[in-house]
């Protein structure tokens, strides 16, 4: 019993923690911009560079971690990127920053894999829904991350003693909770092992949901910050309060998804979230205020939270699938789009302007709403 407790705590703070990063990330982006001496464009590039390794390792999850097991692969992942963070404040290049970007993306994109893997064993072991309360801590490391970096920012505190702090407190917490994580379940020799087969409908569909969602988050992530600065005039700490305001409802989104999924049903919930997740982008699309931005990123983030956690639980589910192989797919879809939107979102922004990289976002969800409403049956799950 001890065990199983272990376990689910170990998982939600390990969550946290490779979150936290990101919340990190994301306000530190204009110092970086500044660091590297480059425009929109080079710092779309990082987020290419940071995506194409993601995609390769996730490509080959299943068999990586079958070999170490999700719990090693949590662990050396972590770890290896508390380390790298210790270099990226010295580097002024921006194709020496790429390199190491896509190193990052390398390890990033197994542990994504990994602790959804842990994730949904647990969840299966335990019999309820528990993935949105799981992710609920990933938006909450982003939250506290982009929090505690914007005040960070407000003290003029540098960026290589931000990192140093960070690292020292992170990078043991990495390797201790991992340590609690629980064996990997038994998998069937009769379900599909690898991506490459052809992919039932729900778990189709269930990938593209996840993308246009994870469109939005890695849009808010990547270009919140300079959506703030440059079209707002925010400054100091407020460059960081969209981030804040949309991981808030994040978190509050998603540690009542599990209950009102159970409630409402699938269908009707998916309905709900994305129809705030239009509201939400036209608010900031429409206004460029501080006002409006609280506003309009908060209701964005309700409605976000809980459809990629909604698609890691199903796809962990499907039968004849292997668990590990329907999460590589959701994280592909989730991971990969998570961080090159962004990339092909600086063209947006280097032609027109911050304010309409998340246009393109609205129309993706008013479409989305079609197959939704033709395939009810496949989500009253």
Same mark, same amino acid.
């Given at each position: ?63 990586? !971690? ?28 921006? @194709?020496?920053?790429?390199? &190491?970007?896509?190193?990052?993306? $390398? $390890?990033?994109?197994? @542990? ?25 801590? &990933? ?55 690898? !991506?490459?087969?052809?992919? /039932? ?75 705030? $997740? ?11 205020? !501080? ?48 961080? !090159? ?18 246009? /393109? ?21």
């Amino acid at each position: 019993m001890i065990k199983k407790f272990d376990d689910i705590i170990a998982c939600r703070f390990l969550f946290f923690i490779i979150s936290f990063y990101i919340g990190f990330w994301t306000i530190r982006i204009p110092t970086i911009k500044d660091q590297l001496s480059t425009d929109y464009m080079g710092v779309s590039y990082t987020f290419i560079t940071f995506a194409i390794g993601s995609i390769i390792t996730m490509l080959f999850a299943s068999n990586i !971690i079958k070999k170490l097991s999700s719990k090693k692969t949590v662990m050396y992942a972590g770890v290896t990127q508390g380390f790298l963070w210790l270099v990226i404040p010295f580097i002024t290049e921006l @194709y020496f920053f790429m390199f &190491f970007a896509f190193i990052f993306g $390398c $390890c990033y994109g197994i @542990y994504e894999v990994a602790i959804n893997l842990q994730a949904s064993q647990i969840e299966k072991r335990e019999g309820r829904s528990m993935m949105s309360g799981f992710h609920a801590f &990933f938006s909450l490391g982003i939250l506290a991350g982009s929090f505690i970096t914007s005040f960070f920012l407000e003290w003029q505190i540098s960026f290589f003693i931000n990192t140093l702090i960070y690292v020292i407190v992170m990078l043991p917490l990495s390797f201790i909770f991992a340590n609690f994580l629980d064996n990997d379940e038994t998998v069937s020799e009769n379900n599909k092992s690898n !991506i490459f087969f052809m992919w /039932p409908l729900i778990l189709f569909f269930l990938a593209i949901l996840s993308m246009t969602d994870a469109l939005t988050e890695g849009g808010v992530d990547a270009w919140a910050a300079l959506y703030m600065r440059d079209i707002v005039g925010a400054k100091g700490f407020t460059i960081g309060i969209a981030t804040i305001s949309f991981n808030l409802f994040m978190v509050i989104g998603r540690l009542i998804g599990d209950n009102l999924r159970d409630r409402l049903g699938v269908h009707s919930f998916l309905i709900i979230l994305i129809s705030l $997740c239009i509201a939400g982008l036209l608010i900031i699309f429409i206004y460029s205020s !501080i006002v409006s931005s609280i506003i309009g990123f908060g209701v964005l983030g309700l409605g976000a939270s809980s459809i990629v956690p909604l698609a890691y639980s199903i796809a962990g589910k499907i039968k004849g699938v292997d668990s590990a192989v329907g999460i590589t797919i959701i994280s592909i879809s989730v991971y990969g789009i998570f961080m !090159i939107a962004p990339g092909l979102m600086g063209f947006i922004a280097q032609s027109f302007g911050v304010n309409y990289v998340f246009s /393109p976002i609205i129309i993706l969800f008013v479409i989305i709403l079609i197959p939704i409403i033709i395939f009810k049956k496949k989500f009253n799950v």
